[in-house]
């Protein structure tokens, strides 16, 4: 079996070398005016130094073009397109087929990864993407480990699985957090909002509380706990599954060196030394992750165990 892509997003240029260093395959960057939910901002120019600092170190530089573009960004997006064919990134991550028109006319080679959020949830999906172009699907966050094994199983493209994070549980194309604020007379900067991690919807029935913040692309509302699957990894192994991705958004560097670590000593472990190995470590490295993780974010196993109900 080949070991599967540990995919992270940096923060920053200046985060990817801490993070090449704890073990990561590939990395997910780009900024907000054509990518959802980044852990960080990343304009052209340092698009071009992080490409530069990860082909270095032999890993790889995806960048996310999955924004849900109008007619007003098309213009700039060709131009962004452009910019990504001169760099040499390794794929663009996309959700719109704009990307895939704009890609065609203007003859960008760069490979393609499907990433349309929460409606990626079959294989036929998969492979009508692939045959547009698509090297590979990013699966829904809402798939049990029954659905996400049938997918690998029969599609055509490579399979990447969210496996630790956050996961979005609603966009907005609307200023609500500034609308709100306005209603107020409590004018907030945009900017500042996604910076700002205290910033919660509550549900007092369920006495949970939900990150929220608001960018360019509307606002955007988290799940009230973390995905965390370090200690239930096995199944994704066995399925083949080609790319498994840590979502860094709202947390810390240190945070996200330390949980990338962990997840490469899991995959090491299985992959070199066999199950036995990583069955030994896996609760140690869960407690790891559990030492550090925030008081108000509480690990589970998202929908992998779970039926979905939408």
């Given at each position: 079996?080949?070991?599967?892509?540990?995919?992270?997003?940096?923060?920053?240029?200046?985060?990817?070398?801490?993070?090449?260093?704890?073990?990561?395959?590939?990395?997910?960057?780009?900024?907000?005016?054509?990518?959802?939910?980044?852990?960080?901002?990343?304009?052209?120019?340092?698009?071009?130094?992080?490409?530069?600092?990860?082909?270095?170190?032999?890993?790889?530089?995806?960048?996310?073009?999955?924004?849900?573009?109008?007619?007003?960004?098309?213009?700039?997006?060709?131009?962004?397109?452009?910019?990504?064919?001169?760099?040499?990134?390794?794929?663009?991550?996309?959700?719109?087929?704009?990307?895939?028109?704009?890609?065609?006319?203007?003859?960008?080679?760069?490979?393609?990864?499907?990433?349309?959020?929460?409606?990626?949830?079959?294989?036929?999906?998969?492979?009508?993407?692939?045959?547009?172009?698509?090297?590979?699907?990013?699966?829904?966050?809402?798939?049990?480990?029954?659905?996400?094994?049938?997918?690998?199983?029969?599609?055509?493209?490579?399979?990447?699985?969210?496996?630790?994070?956050?996961?979005?549980?609603?966009?907005?194309?609307?200023?609500?957090?500034?609308?709100?604020?306005?209603?107020?007379?409590?004018?907030?900067?945009?900017?500042?909002?996604?910076?700002?991690?205290?910033?919660?919807?509550?549900?007092?029935?369920?006495?949970n509380k939900y990150p929220i913040y608001e960018d360019l692309n509307g606002t955007h509302i988290f799940s009230p706990n973390d995905m965390c699957l370090i200690d239930e990894l096995t199944e994704l192994f066995q399925a083949g599954i080609d790319s498994l991705k840590f979502d860094g958004v709202l947390q810390t560097e240190e945070y996200i060196n330390t949980v990338t670590n962990c997840y490469r000593q899991a995959i090491d472990a299985y992959f070199d030394?066999?199950?036995?190995?990583?069955?030994?470590?896996?609760?140690?490295?869960?407690?790891?992750?559990?030492?550090?993780?925030?008081?108000?974010?509480?690990?589970?196993?998202?929908?992998?165990?779970?039926?979905?109900?939408?």
């Open positions: 079996m080949k070991k599967p892509e540990l995919l992270v997003t940096p923060k920053s240029v200046k985060h990817i070398g801490a993070l090449i260093e704890a073990g990561a395959d590939a990395f997910v960057i780009g900024e907000q005016q054509f990518g959802l939910r980044l852990a960080g901002e990343f304009p052209v120019s340092d698009v071009e130094l992080a490409t530069q600092l990860i082909h270095g170190a032999g890993k790889k530089v995806y960048v996310a073009v999955n924004a849900i573009f109008h007619n007003d960004r098309l213009d700039a997006l060709e131009n962004y397109l452009k910019d990504m064919q001169r760099i040499g990134v390794d794929a663009l991550i996309f959700g719109d087929p704009a990307v895939v028109v704009a890609v065609r006319e203007l003859d960008i080679t760069i490979p393609l990864h499907w990433n349309p959020e929460t409606i990626a949830t079959n294989w036929f999906q998969a492979n009508y993407w692939n045959e547009r172009g698509a090297k590979r699907a990013v699966l829904a966050r809402e798939l049990s480990i029954d659905e996400v094994v049938e997918i690998k199983k029969n599609a055509k493209p490579e399979i990447e699985v969210q496996i630790h994070g956050m996961t979005c549980m609603f966009q907005s194309k609307r200023s609500l957090l500034g609308n709100y604020f306005l209603y107020r007379d409590e004018v907030m900067e945009i900017e500042n909002r996604k910076a700002n991690q205290n910033m919660f919807l509550h549900d007092k029935e369920r006495k030394n066999g199950e036995d190995a990583y069955d030994e470590i896996k609760d140690v490295l869960l407690e790891k992750i559990e030492e550090i993780q925030p008081e108000l974010r509480p690990l589970d196993t998202g929908f992998i165990f779970k039926e979905t109900v939408y």
